[in-house]
């Protein structure tokens, strides 16, 4: 029998992992611009802990998490419940008022696969905790929106507001009744959402139920003076960053402890899942986690395999970083083995990218490695060579070739590329 990843699940090989390294790289360099600082996760957790976050009436709970039930300890399916389990436990709040985390790596849901969405996936994952600013939700979308801008990317930024405990109970009367007129014409699962959590209907993707809910009420025509007050100041930070979003009142999210600004980053290129990020604000999970109390917190997470889908469709939209050999060592005989495995390894001390066969195969065979590998100069060395301490150097691309000493200062003077004028603040 063939062995195979399982359905769901999926390697990323050479040639591909480049990719995701840039965008983890890139997304890097934005969030530390921003002033967070990563934090790294288990992927274990207690299942009570989504339980209790993400809510036991969502899908997530109900139907997708890999749970193992008889140690009662789930794969993580979203990132944000771990963090803040990991903010309160270790008293982070006591360090710094406002903490500016993120955190890149996989969650895990037992879902249908599909383009764009696995069962092992990977997120990066931002939160804000300790504010209640709307300058901060500003913020937080403006740099969501300045990463996709930087890789190259064009989305589009949809916001809502889903008001607070306070203003949320004359919304859900008018929902539910509106709801009770056409459940006939709603799927399976908008009738049992309808009991248990009536706004996901508002979300729903199946066609018959996105028509009937499109004269739905909205949340914003009920949100309380302070959420109102809160979501207008979000708009006009928006509009100082110059950051362009639209309104979408039908936007809910997934989980239930979403409070007051919800946003998604849209696009058009993934078919029917055109979601690559998404969050908003928690104003009252951490306390309900065991946490301070009147915490704030708000935050997003964007999946790496839908941006690097996006990535891999968009021509131009980055460069792969050369990670070729700068050298092959090609070593004839067991004497230059030896002492080309030492210079290689110098050479490697030394910061340069170097490549050789170990195997002790023929010349013409280990050409074809190098040519294969896309070494930019190849170094040969035989008995002869060894014996007169200079090696013959190859250049890939004209096939000129010199003799060079076999030390390793004289050789990373000949195959490092030199720093080209005004290039040397990038390197």
Same mark, same amino acid.
């Given at each position: ?284 999970? %951490?306390?309900? *986690? $065991? +946490? ?8 997003? !997470?964007?999946? #790496?395999? =839908?941006?690097? @889908? ?11 970083e050369n990670t070729a050999p700068q050298l092959f %060592?090609?070593? *004839? $005989? +067991? ?8 210079? !290689?390894?110098? #050479?490697? =001390?030394?910061? @340069? ?12 065979s280990q050409m074809k490695q190098a040519d294969r ?55």
């Open positions: 029998m063939k062995l195979k990843a399982l359905n769901g699940f999926k390697d990323i090989l050479p040639g591909e992992v480049e990719l995701w390294q840039h965008v983890e790289t890139r997304a890097r360099g934005v969030f530390t611009r921003f002033d967070f600082s990563e934090i790294r996760l288990p992927v274990l957790e207690s299942t009570e802990l989504f339980a209790r976050s993400i809510g036991e009436t969502t899908d997530i709970v109900e139907k997708e998490m890999y749970t193992f039930v008889d140690k009662k300890v789930t794969m993580r399916p979203e990132a944000t419940a771990s963090l803040l389990r990991a903010y309160i436990e270790h008293g982070l709040y006591v360090q710094r008022p406002v903490q500016r985390l993120f955190t890149i790596g996989p969650m895990f849901r037992h879902e249908r696969p599909q383009k764009g969405r696995l069962r092992q996936f990977h997120q990066m994952d931002v939160e804000v905790l300790g504010s209640l600013s709307p300058l901060v939700d500003a913020e937080l979308m403006a740099m969501g929106s300045m990463l996709l801008q930087e890789l190259g990317l064009q989305v589009s930024l949809e916001i809502n507001s889903l008001g607070c405990p306070q203003c949320r109970p004359g919304f859900r009367t008018e929902l539910l009744n509106f709801l009770a007129e056409r459940m006939e014409h709603l799927c399976d699962d908008c009738k049992r959402r309808s009991a248990t959590n009536p706004l996901r209907v508002l979300d729903c993707k199946n066609p018959g139920c996105r028509h009937q809910v499109l004269t739905a009420p909205s949340i914003l025509d009920h949100l309380c003076s302070a959420c109102a007050d809160h979501f207008a100041a979000v708009q006009k930070g928006m509009e100082r960053l110059q950051v362009p979003y639209t309104l979408n009142r039908f936007m809910v999210r997934g989980l239930d402890y979403y409070t007051r600004t919800t946003f998604e980053f849209i696009t058009t290129d993934l078919g029917a899942q055109a979601a690559v990020g998404a969050g908003g604000r928690y104003d009252g999970l %951490i306390e309900q *986690l $065991g +946490g301070p109390k009147d915490t704030p917190g708000i935050g997003f !997470a964007m999946g #790496m395999e =839908r941006l690097v @889908l996006l990535l891999q469709q968009k021509q131009g939209a980055w460069q792969e %060592i090609i070593a *004839l $005989g +067991g004497e230059a083995m030896q002492s080309c495995h030492q210079l !290689a390894h110098a #050479m490697r =001390r030394g910061g @340069l990218r170097v490549a050789m066969d170990l195997e002790g195969r023929s010349l013409k590998s896309g070494a930019t100069w190849v170094l040969i060395v035989g008995d002869d060579e060894l014996n007169n301490g200079q090696g013959v150097l190859r250049n890939m691309q004209t096939q000129e070739q010199r003799r060079v000493a076999l030390a390793a200062e004289a050789l990373a003077a000949v195959v490092t590329p030199p720093i080209q004028p005004g290039n040397a603040a990038d390197r």
